[in-house]
Each structure stands twice: as structure tokens, then as C-alpha cells.
């Protein structure tokens, strides 16, 4: 039975609530996508496995249509994704144009993902009208933007002419409808190969956006980019269901900006419109003139709002900030090597929180560097590197227990990454004597704890792109392993 209900009223456009109190890691539903295809804007890729091929003269193409498809699929005898597209193109003789060089983006592809839309329309009218008709498409909102113009000669004029989709009913409107869906719905996901495309699934659609989400998704490529959601912490009846549309790691204003941007709407949720966050600070300043305060945002809601220090009269202008922000993120995209990540953390103290969004984005990469990185692997790390691991993956998990909380898969990953520096660091402190018997079992007990968590919210994954699912099994096994032997020699 499902565990929600679907409602309606004139603030919140469409939305959902649950019918009953759920667990964390309650099912809710899972869905196949209406449509998949390659992003927009995308460089050329294959219409059948998405995988980047050459768009020039001398890259493979289909013999029946003549758009790209790579070596592979171009010997297919029968096409599954580019069946229906092929059939058009090749009725309406619409030739592929190759590009002039391979490093351009195709925008000729940008009809492909509409298109696959129409003609699944076209397959299944009724899932059409009760899913995909009611999903926001923003049209006041996007007429009055470039890519309006852009999306009406590149997809709409090209769908109607030479496409002749004019013949089978398609109207103008209801191009720039699909075009406005996709744009403002549609998820990323990644091929089993590894390559990027935009999906679209209505029933996530539904679910109404905080950033500070309730519910977490994941996509099987392997089963036709199947979504599965899932309640990331307990539910109680009555309440809504929320997902994110943006990232959980980014500042607010940042956050903002992208979903006003994307997705046409400012977001109100409690973590917008507290200036600290929710109290990790992540978008505080530290104050220059008393050197002790921060300076948060008058009104995160308001991008214009001044900026005040929590501990004197200190005052400064949005405008000031966005631009010292700049300054700082400009420096430190220049490189993430790990002395010059660890220089950066100490000399921005006294100007950043430490839970500051670019701090923090700092910490995680340096995150994936010990450990991962060349002269950085996992056991070549001293123990004061080990040691910095773990407080650094503590940091981040201390963060993601309060904007992404409960089962969700970025604390189930960053829950991976602590389990082993924890194993280790403990074992070299129990070698050279400063860690007793019991107190290495407890430590070991700790990274169990961790691993089992870690790998009961990865289960949900496809095992075939998240390879983690894969170690993390392994890596518990060999875990118990381990502690049962030390438990038997006592
Ligand atoms: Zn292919
Ligand atoms: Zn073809
Ligand atoms: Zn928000
Ligand atoms: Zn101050």
C-alpha cells in the first residue's frame, strides 16, 4: 500500500505527505523514467549507449539515419533507446550535421531528449496525462529568458520542420512544455559506462524541495535507470515528504541562486531562512574589526540584505561579500594539492567559519586525497595523517547529520571513508603499545558500527556503478573477521 498521498492547494502547487508514521529507510515508491537522453548542451554522444564519440566527419555514425552512434551500437541489429527517433529521421531524411571540431558542444542533440518525450507520448498517452501533463514547465517564467529563443529555432523549429512532427499533431506549445519539464525537472544520472543523462522522472517530481531533505533516491542503471526513494529519517503521519533539488553542500546563497535559476522558485525551508543554518555557520564570515564575531546575512532570503557581526556594530554590504567569496573561491580552484588544501584551512581561520561552505569544501577534498592519492594511499599514511583523516571525515559527517540526516548516501559514504583510517590508526597505536587490548577491540567496535551503517544505506545503490556497495561488503567481512580473531586469542 503506498505510504503517502499525493495534495494540492495554491502555495505548494502539487506536494505530498505521509499516511502513516514511517521509519527511517521506509520504501515509498520507485519509478522507470518517462524519457532518457543525453543532456543539453552536451558534447556528441552515442543515441544508444550515451558514451562520447567524435562529431566531426570521421566519427561513427547510424547507417540507417546517419546520427552518432558509436562502433558498438552502429552493428546493433535492433536499437532500443534511438529506435523511434531513427524511424523519424530517417522518414523525414533529417540528416546529423558534423561538427566543425570535437570540442564543441552538439546542440544538435538538444532535440533528442524533447523528442524521445513526444514519442512516448505518442506510446503511452495515458501515463502522459496523469504524470507527465501536470509537472511544472515555468513558461511565464522561461519566455522571457535567452534560451527561450534559443530552444524555439534549435528544438522547436527544427521538431515542427524539418522533424515534420507537425504532421503528427505536435503543436509549438507543447514542445516548449517538454522542453520546460525537462528543464526544470529532469535528473542526472550516469550510465553504467560512466556517461552523464538527464532523466525524467514525474513521481520524484512531486515531492516538494527542501534543503534539509526527509527522503533520499537512488538510480539502477542497470534496470533502465529504475529510482528508487526511500525516507531517510522517521516520518510522522501527516507530515510532507521532501527531496533536494540543489546541493545540501553549498551556501545558501549559492543554493538560491541555483534554484532560482533552474528551477524558478526561492526556497523558504528553516535552513534558508536561518542566517546561521541552522547553527553550523556555513555561511559565516569571521569579523575583521572585533575578530571574534560572525557576520551573517540581516536576511538570507534577500541576496541584497546587509550583512552584520553577531558580536559588534560591524557592518557590510552584500555586494562586499559575494565579491570577497569570489576572491576566495577563484584562489583556491587554482590547485587541490594537499599542502597547499592544508595551508589554505589555517590562513582562511580569520576570515571563514570553520563549518564555512568553502571550508568545508576544502576538508573534502582533502578528504579524498588521504587515502586516495598517489604517495597518499591508505597505508602509506602516517599515523598523524590517519589521525587527520578521521577528524576531517568527523567534521564533514557532523555537518551532513544535520543538512542530509539519517540514511542518506552522503553520510553513508563519508561513513565509509571513516571506517578504514579508524581501523588502521588504531592498530599502529595498539603495535606501539598506546592503545591496551580492550581499547583497540573498542575502536575496532566503533569502525563495525560505522562499516554496518555505512553499507545498509549503500545496499540501496546499484552495485554496478557504485562499486562501494562492492568493498563495503568486503571490507565488513574482513572487519569481522579480524575481531572475532583478536576476541579468540584472549
Ligand atoms: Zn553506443
Ligand atoms: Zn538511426
Ligand atoms: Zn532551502
Ligand atoms: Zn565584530
Redesign the pocket.
Known sequence: MQKFSIEKNSELGRYTIATENLQPGSYLFDELPFAVGPKARSLCCCLECYCLIDGTASGSR?E??S?P?CNDCSKLTEFSA?KRE?EV?QAAKCKFYNLPDPNVSCIQLDCITPLRVLLEREADMDRWNIEVDPMEDHRDKRFETDAWDADQQNIVGYLLGPCKLKDRGITEEIIQKVIGILEVNAFEAKTLKGDYVRCLYPKLAILSHSCIPNTTHAIHPSENFKLNVRSTIAISKGSQLYSCYTYTLNGTMDRQQHLMEGKYFQCHCERCSDPTELGTHFSSMKCRDCLYGDVDSSNPLDAEAIWKCNKCPMEIPAESIRESLKALQNEIECTNSVEFLEFSLEEYEGILHPNHYIMISMKSALIDSYGHMKSYLLAELPDILLHRKIELCEELLSILDIFEKGMSRARALMMYELHAPIVLYARSQYDIGHLTKLEYLEQLEKARRILNESREILEWEDENVCLIVISARKSQETLEKLIVSLEMEQ
Open positions: 547510424c540507417k539515419c546520427w552512434l534511438h531513427c529521421f
